[in-house]
């Protein structure tokens, strides 16, 4: 199962920090992707993190803006979203996977919304 939390309201320029909480079966699972679906869009990747190494690719629309990290202990993992625009309003999911190119287990999904 996963558990995403975090989302909301935010400004412009703001910034909010997503969790994907990990149980179960999907701790078997070495990768946790992050996507964002926007009203009348299709679903994007926002990018990975690696759970065994930390390692993480982001999408072009996240690079240099969002941050991907974890805390195994916990089994979490958080994208941190900085200057945030109304472009990125979303409903955003995190996914697992054995690798980069498969994910197997979805979140419910957390809504994200950046207006003044």
């Known amino acids: 199962q996963l558990t995403e939390s975090g989302g909301g309201l935010v400004q412009p320029g703001g910034s909010l920090t997503l969790s994907c909480e990990a149980s179960?079966?999907?701790?078997?699972?070495?990768?946790i992707g992050w996507f964002r679906q926007a009203p009348g869009k299709e679903r994007a990747g926002v990018g990975d993190i690696s759970l065994s190494d930390g390692s993480t690719v982001y999408s072009d629309s996240a690079k240099d803006r969002f941050t991907l990290s974890r805390d195994n202990a916990k089994s979490t993992v958080f994208l941190r979203m900085n200057s945030l625009q109304p472009e990125d309003t979303a409903v955003y999911y995190c996914a697992a996977g054995p690798n980069r190119w498969e994910f197997d287990y979805w979140g419910q999904g957390t809504q994200v919304t950046v207006s003044s």
């Open positions: 179960g079966s999907t701790l078997e699972n070495p990768i």
